[in-house]
């Protein structure tokens, strides 16, 4: 089986999650023994990383205008690409690079899957662009699909706005690796970040509205002195907030313990979450968490809003998932933090329930059943 993944970025500092799933899902493919192929704009894309996707391969197209990520196509690449997949996988949904994609998988008559992984509401900037996007083509991206995944169940709401009923999507979550999250010295990373011996909250994404750094810290300036102990660290690249995260922290008194550490990968975003007492993912929408999974694998718990798509984790403790505004942050904290043995409690529990439900090479097995359904209804047409 050959399978095109397509996805504007795989560049995690950029990207964010769906650039993490694309990566991780062509890999554990191609350990499989599928023949699998990335294709991607080459922006934040380095060495390191295609040589971390091996054996899957890579095909790159330069960046022709950032403001909204258009490629510079070359459409003998594109045929050619298509041409040789048996199925597509398209991820994410505002793209150029997907439009043009399936203009070519329309042409050639070639099977493809989306999985918008949340992207599909109206939500955020340009959504007078966005509504032009599906009049033209993304409406139709959409309904001609042979496939359709979700990364939680949260998102059959977005599919039936597009016509797409619940019965026909596959749930396929976001998983996570434990290998890429190695034991490191924690003592060794807290120096070099200059942290003081304190317990830590870590926020762990972009600096952006959607990710709800603002709500984190001011549900933290409203329990400050019910945990006067605890610093509260940002790590992740600024998409402007950061000026004004700065400046509140400064109102409130607070600049010695809120950190901001910008874009943490590697070895040190494994220290970055077992230094922390406790990851908050304040999101105001998400599809679905990949940094909570990233955290539980390392044993570190975490509260989410109700806005992040994982209810799944009240099955571990109620507690852990809130309303998406600052009250319900600050009573998260409050009910996590005022007693020591509730995290201690949580934390076990917690990674035992993603490393047995959230592991990619469990996952990856749905994928090729997907896929091998498809090609087979197909030959029977």
Same mark, same amino acid.
């Given at each position: 089986? *050959?399978?095109?993944?397509?996805?504007?970025?795989?560049?995690?500092?950029?990207?964010?999650?769906?650039?993490?799933?694309?990566?991780?899902?062509?890999?554990? #493919?191609?350990?499989?023994?599928?023949?699998?192929?990335? %294709?991607?704009?080459?922006?934040?894309?380095?060495?390191? *990383?295609?040589?971390?996707?091996?054996?899957?391969?890579?095909?790159?197209?330069?960046?022709?205008?950032?403001?909204?990520?258009?490629? +510079?196509?070359?459409?003998?690449?594109?045929?050619?690409?298509?041409?040789?997949?048996?199925?597509?996988?398209?991820?994410?949904?505002?793209?150029?690079?997907?439009?043009?994609?399936?203009?070519? %998988?329309?042409?050639?008559?070639?099977?493809?899957?989306?999985?918008?992984?949340?992207? #599909?509401?109206?939500?955020?900037?340009?959504?007078?662009?966005?509504?032009?996007?599906?009049?033209?083509?993304?409406?139709?991206?959409?309904?001609?699909?042979?496939?359709?995944?979700?990364?939680?169940?949260?998102?059959?709401?977005?599919?039936?706005?597009?016509?797409?009923?619940?019965?026909?999507?596959?749930?396929?979550?976001?998983?996570?690796?434990?290998?890429?999250?190695?034991?490191?010295?924690?003592?060794?990373?807290?120096?070099?970040?200059?942290?003081?011996?304190?317990?830590?909250?870590?926020?762990?994404?972009? +600096?952006?509205?959607?990710?709800?750094?603002?709500?984190?810290?001011?549900?933290?300036?409203?329990?400050?002195?019910?945990?006067?102990?605890?610093?509260?660290?940002?790590?992740?690249?600024?998409?402007?907030?950061?000026?004004?995260?700065?400046?509140?922290?400064?109102?409130?008194?607070?600049?010695?313990?809120?950190?901001?550490?910008?874009?943490?990968?590697?070895?040190?975003?494994?220290?970055?979450?077992?230094?922390?007492?406790?990851?908050?993912?304040?999101?105001?929408?998400?599809?679905?968490?990949?940094?909570?999974?990233?955290?539980?694998?390392?044993?570190?718990?975490? %509260?989410?809003?109700?806005?992040?798509?994982?209810?799944?984790?009240?099955?571990?403790?109620?507690?852990?998932?809130?309303?998406?505004?600052?009250?319900?942050?600050?009573?998260?904290?409050?009910?996590? +933090?005022?007693?020591?043995?509730?995290?201690?409690?949580?934390?076990?529990?917690?990674?035992?329930?993603?490393?047995?439900?959230?592991?990619?090479?469990?996952?990856?097995?749905?994928?090729?059943?997907?896929?091998?359904?498809? +090609?087979?209804?197909?030959?029977?047409?």
């Amino acid at each position: 089986m *050959r399978v095109l993944n397509v996805n504007t970025s795989l560049d995690f500092k950029t990207g964010g999650g769906t650039a993490e799933r694309t990566f991780q899902m062509s890999r554990f #493919l191609a350990q499989e023994r599928i023949k699998c192929t990335v %294709l991607t704009i080459d922006t934040g894309l380095d060495q390191a *990383r295609i040589q971390a996707l091996k054996p899957a391969e890579v095909v790159t197209v330069p960046l022709l205008w950032r403001r909204f990520y258009i490629p +510079l196509i070359k459409w003998s690449v594109i045929r050619q690409l298509v041409n040789e997949a048996d199925i597509v996988h398209l991820m994410g949904h505002w793209s150029v690079l997907n439009a043009i994609i399936y203009i070519a %998988l329309r042409r050639a008559r070639k099977p493809y899957v989306v999985c918008p992984a949340g992207a #599909l509401p109206l939500f955020g900037r340009s959504k007078q662009l966005k509504k032009l996007y599906n009049f033209f083509v993304g409406n139709n991206i959409i309904r001609h699909a042979s496939a359709w995944i979700a990364v939680t169940s949260a998102e059959f709401p977005h599919f039936e706005s597009y016509g797409i009923s619940a019965e026909q999507i596959t749930v396929l979550p976001n998983g996570v690796c434990r290998e890429d999250f190695p034991l490191v010295d924690i003592d060794f990373f807290r120096r070099s970040k200059g942290l003081p011996n304190k317990p830590i909250i870590l926020f762990m994404g972009r +600096l952006n509205p959607i990710k709800g750094p603002d709500i984190l810290l001011k549900a933290f300036a409203l329990m400050h002195r019910r945990i006067p102990d605890y610093h509260l660290v940002f790590a992740g690249p600024d998409e402007g907030m950061q000026p004004s995260l700065v400046d509140m922290a400064k109102q409130e008194g607070l600049s010695d313990r809120i950190h901001f550490w910008g874009y943490v990968g590697g070895n040190d975003k494994s220290a970055a979450y077992r230094c922390a007492k406790l990851l908050v993912v304040p999101s105001r929408q998400e599809a679905m968490s990949i940094v909570a999974l990233e955290a539980g694998i390392c044993g570190t718990p975490v %509260l989410l809003t109700d806005q992040c798509g994982f209810s799944d984790i009240c099955r571990v403790d109620s507690r852990l998932e809130v309303p998406a505004n600052v009250n319900g942050i600050a009573k998260g904290l409050a009910g996590l +933090l005022d007693d020591a043995s509730v995290l201690q409690q949580v934390a076990p529990v917690w990674h035992d329930f993603v490393e047995q439900h959230y592991a990619w090479h469990a996952i990856v097995p749905d994928y090729l059943k997907l896929y091998k359904n498809i +090609l087979t209804s197909r030959v029977h047409e």
